[in-house]
């Protein structure tokens, strides 16, 4: 990289992080752009309540206002997906964690990450970010064990998605700026453990990532508003 390009890089970061201290003390809020009730039923998946854990209400900061939803959703071949949804509250900074920042916190090692599109039909084309992840355990019989999860996640604001962190604080910068709002963005993640051997096998997977793009499919007109354009920002 020349000199050049560097001093350019670092104008870029000193002006991003100084406009830190020029965002607005008190911001309007735009309508929130997701319906906090996970529906019972999304197609042939039925869904039951699940709670989040004390510290992730802690650190995601439900003292600012940080809303939560979390459902496990099973079919009829015994399945479960876990769909889960923080709205953020004033404190953007704690409200909205990506996935990459808090699963090695958990004791996941991301090993494969990736935007993917997912056809919602007539609602148009949603990208998402896919991870895929895995956790070393260890059983009672003190035999090691490796569990693999597959993720899914996006952002929707008042009227857009982005399934990029860094797109969608930009976008949050530019309207607390230009504009003196919040969007109170929502962090959408759909999450499955894989079965045992289903790392070894190419067709289980795609069956699993067939039935979580179909269960977004169907989840996302039950919880995303009319306001919220399903085109993509990336």
Not at 23 to 46: D, I, S
Not at 185 to 213: F, N
Request: hydrophobic share 40%; glycine share 8%; aromatic share 8%.
């Amino acid at each position: 990289m020349t000199t050049k390009h560097l001093a350019i890089l670092l104008a870029v970061l000193l002006v991003g992080l100084g406009s830190v201290f020029l965002l607005p003390h008190h911001l309007g809020f735009q309508p929130v752009g997701v319906e906090m009730n996970l529906p019972k039923m999304v197609g042939g998946w039925y869904g039951r309540d699940l709670d989040f854990s004390e510290k992730e209400r802690t650190v995601l900061g439900e003292d600012a206002g940080t809303e939560f939803a979390r459902k496990a959703y099973h079919n009829g071949a015994g399945f479960e997906i876990i769909a889960s949804v923080v709205l953020s509250g004033e404190d953007m900074s704690r409200s909205i964690h990506r996935p990459e920042r808090c699963m090695p916190a958990q004791g996941f090692t991301i090993i494969d990450k990736g935007a993917v599109p997912v056809a919602l039909g007539d609602h148009g084309l949603l990208r998402v970010t896919r991870l895929q992840n895995v956790r070393n355990v260890t059983e009672e019989s003190g035999k090691s064990l490796a569990l693999y999860n597959v993720t899914y996640y996006w952002f929707v604001g008042h009227t857009v998605t982005t399934s990029s962190h860094i797109v969608r604080t930009w976008l949050d910068m530019k309207d607390r700026l230009l504009h003196g709002y919040n969007q109170r963005w929502a962090y959408v993640t759909v999450a499955a453990q894989w079965p045992p051997g289903a790392e070894q096998d190419p067709r289980a997977q795609r069956v699993i990532d067939d039935w979580m793009k179909d269960f977004i499919k169907q989840l996302v007109p039950k919880i995303q508003k009319d306001s919220v354009q399903i085109a993509s920002v990336n």
